[in-house]
Nanobody, 129 residues
Framework: QVQIVESGGGLVQAGGSLRLSCTAS????????MAWFRQAPGKEREGVTR????????CVAGSVKGRFTISRDNAKNTVYLEMNGLKPEDTAMYYC??????????????????????WGQGTQVTVSS
């Protein structure tokens, strides 16, 4: 049984930083790409960033490029999201997800939820102005 658990969310002032963690179990972790999505109130869930199983390739949404960095430690079955320069518009529930296919590139559909078959429960990030 696959389990994905996110942690590290919280309340931070604009311009501040947070690091989210996502630990997965029940799958061959280093095989599968992992991604972070987010969903703000009243909006659809959107893909933020993704990393390949071997950590060599990342995909990043334009809205967070240069501010957010994804990384992974396969020895710990954990993916991280380092968020710097946070803005009020980054306020959302952040979700971690495991990809369906063990590819090592960024498919054009990497931001589609259908690319992922396992999801965590989310961790809330709130950025105050």
């Amino acid at each position: 049984q696959v389990q994905i658990v996110e942690s590290g969310g919280g309340l931070v002032q604009a311009g501040g930083s947070l690091r989210l963690s996502c630990t997965a179990s029940g799958l061959t972790f280093d095989t599968y790409p992992m991604a972070w999505f987010r969903q703000a109130p009243g909006k659809e869930r959107e893909g933020v960033t993704r990393i390949s199983g071997n950590g060599a390739t990342t995909c990043v949404a334009g809205s967070v490029k240069g501010r957010f960095t994804i990384s992974r430690d396969n020895a710990k079955n954990t993916v991280y999201l380092e968020m710097n320069g946070l803005k009020p518009e980054d306020t959302a529930m952040y979700y971690c997800a495991a990809a369906r296919e063990p590819v090592h590139y960024c498919p054009g559909s990497w931001r589609d939820e259908s690319e992922y078959n396992y999801w965590g429960q989310g961790t809330q990030v709130t950025v105050s102005s």
